[in-house]
C-alpha cells in the first residue's frame, strides 16, 4: 500500500466512525458548551458580587464622613453579612474605629461570624482573633480573651509572638504577675502552651 492510499483509508475510517458516532459526538460537544457557558457565568456574578460588595463599603465609607452615621452603620453591617474576605473584616475594623456600634455582644458576635469565614486564610484569621483579643481587653473579660487567643498561642503563626505579648501585658496590668510569667516563659521556651 502506497501512502496516498493509507490517507485515503485513514480519512474513510475516520468519516465512518464519525457518522456512526455522531449523536455521541453532538452530546459531548453540547455538554463541553454548557459547562463552558455555566462556567463564565458563575464568574461573571462572582465578580458583580464582589463589585457590589465594594461599591457599598465605598458608600458606607462616604457616608460615615458625611456624617450619616446610621445610613452608613447599615450597610457596613450588610457587607460583614456577606461573608466577604476583605470587605467584611474592614466593614467591621470602620465599625469600631468610628465607635459606630456601642453593643459588645454585637461587636463580638461581628468578630465570631467573620472568624467562620472559610475563604480567609489562617494567617488572616490569627490576626483577626489578635484583633478581637485587644477589643475583648477593652471589655476586661479574661476568659473570652483567652479563648481568643490560645489557638493563635499554640500555633505556629507568625502572630503567635504578638499573641503572646498581648496576653502578657494584659495580666501584667491586672497584676497578674503569675500569670504573665507563665505566658512569658513560652516566648522565652520557644514552645508552644
Given at each position: 500500500m502506497t501512502n496516498e492510499t493509507l490517507k485515503v483509508n485513514f480519512l474513510a475510517s475516520a468519516i465512518n466512525f464519525a457518522k456512526k458516532k455522531i449523536k455521541l459526538l453532538i452530546l459531548l460537544l453540547v455538554f463541553i458548551l454548557i459547562f463552558l457557558f455555566s462556567y463564565l457565568l458563575y464568574e461573571n456574578f462572582k465578580?458583580?458580587?464582589n463589585i457590589q460588595i465594594a461599591e457599598k463599603y465605598t458608600r458606607a465609607s462616604i457616608l460615615i464622613k458625611?456624617?450619616?452615621i446610621e445610613e452608613g452603620k447599615i450597610l457596613l453591617e450588610a457587607v460583614i453579612k456577606k461573608n466577604h474576605q476583605f470587605y467584611s473584616p474592614l466593614s467591621l475594623y470602620?465599625?469600631?474605629d468610628n465607635?459606630?456600634?456601642t453593643d459588645n455582644k454585637k461587636i463580638i458576635s461581628f468578630f465570631d461570624q467573620i472568624l467562620k469565614n472559610n475563604s480567609i486564610s489562617n494567617e488572616n484569621l490569627?490576626?483577626?482573633?489578635?484583633k478581637k483579643a485587644i477589643y475583648l481587653i477593652n471589655t476586661d473579660d479574661e476568659k473570652m480573651i483567652i479563648k481568643t487567643l490560645n489557638p493563635v498561642i499554640n500555633s505556629n503563626s507568625a502572630w503567635r509572638e504578638i499573641a503572646?505579648?498581648?496576653?502578657?501585658d494584659y495580666f501584667l496590668s491586672k497584676d497578674q504577675k503569675i500569670k504573665a510569667e507563665e505566658y512569658n516563659q513560652l516566648l522565652k521556651n520557644k514552645t508552644k502552651k
Open positions: 465578580n458583580s458580587a458625611q456624617k450619616k470602620l465599625i469600631i465607635d459606630l456600634e490569627n490576626l483577626i482573633k489578635i503572646i505579648n498581648l496576653i502578657t
